[in-house]
């Protein structure tokens, strides 16, 4: 059965199971660095908002003996499990006016979005495109964004250096930057490690328990933590498309302080490493570095750039190393 049937297939199991409630439709959808990926699309009837689940690792199941009855109820299952709480009204995005205050900006890779930056607004910045989304936040959706087209711009009647202006200056009071030291993200992931194996503590040793996971997760991150590198995870608080805080003009001057700089390694989308210059780094161990870590831990979609980045404190700029 080919991809196509089986998204037919399914589209009218699931659509059979829910009837008019829902419009169950199927379609491709280019996601970051041009990953298209095949969507079912969930639209509960007066609402603004619909649940996509991506069909492509459904069908691999599909391929390699999973029963079609399966997947169907699997499917069924995920959507009434995450289906959008919330009813979200969108009639404000006609108004650019109330658009502005949700402008925000995404860092992706410049080369691997070609096709898609023919329609979206951006701005060239190192090997990445600087392209403008409006944020939305809530309880049920966490934090969401639609991307901004030209066709937006055209209807908003703004032009496309205004539209980024408007986005880089008011993105930080939306999404706001957050630095861990990697010392102490090894210790709140081992902590919580430990924490999951041991058994609940006896009712008045609670305090005891604690100082226990205290010695035995600082243990565990000292042993992790080898390198004793300085070197810091730079996101934002939503940890969503957080290596747009490399856009912000002050956080990197204030976090270097009296050092010479930092070697930024993109780790994702998401965020970035910063590991402090001492002077004894080696370019090629940085580069291979990143490198290794794209191709083993970074999802496709997620990718940032396989290039080391370069903040020279006295400069106040970043560069590609």
Sequence with gaps: MTLEQFVNKVRNAVHAYFGDRLSITAQKIMKNNGIEL?????????????????????????????????????????????RPAEKLNLDFFRDYEQVRPRLACRLVNLEKNREMLEQVPHQVWLDLAVV???????????C???????????????????????????????????????KDFLYEMMRQAVADQLPEAEP?????????????AGLLARQRDSCRKEMFILSNTQHFYGASVLLYP??????????????????????VLLLADTGKESRFELYRMVNEVN????????????????????EGKIRIL
């Excluded at 191709?295 to 006295?314: A, H, Q």
Aim: glycine share 6%; hydrophobic share 35%.
């Design 38 to 82: 095949t969507g079912l699309i969930f639209m509960e009837k007066g609402s603004d908002i619909a649940a996509t689940i991506y069909l492509d690792s459904y069908y691999e199941e599909y391929e390699e003996g999973t029963p079609l009855g399966e997947i169907v109820r699997r499917l069924i299952q995920a959507y009434e499990e995450h």
């Design 204 to 216: 008045g040793r609670e305090a005891e328990q604690e100082q226990l996971l205290d010695r035995i």
């Design 132 to 142: 403008p989304c409006c944020i939305l936040l809530g309880d049920e959706l966490g």
């Design 250 to 271: 002050d956080v990197l001057e204030h976090l270097a302080g009296g050092k010479r700089g930092f070697f930024i390694l993109p780790s994702s989308v998401h965020e």
């Design 144 to 182: 969401a964004c639609i991307l901004i087209r030209y066709s937006h711009m055209r209807y908003w009647n703004i032009d496309e250096k205004e539209l980024l202006e408007e986005a880089r200056t008011n993105m930080r009071q939306i999404l706001r930057p957050e630095c861990v030291s990697m």
């Design 295 to 314: 191709e083993r831990n970074v999802p496709l979609e997620e990718f940032l750039s396989d290039c080391v980045y370069y903040f020279d404190r006295k």
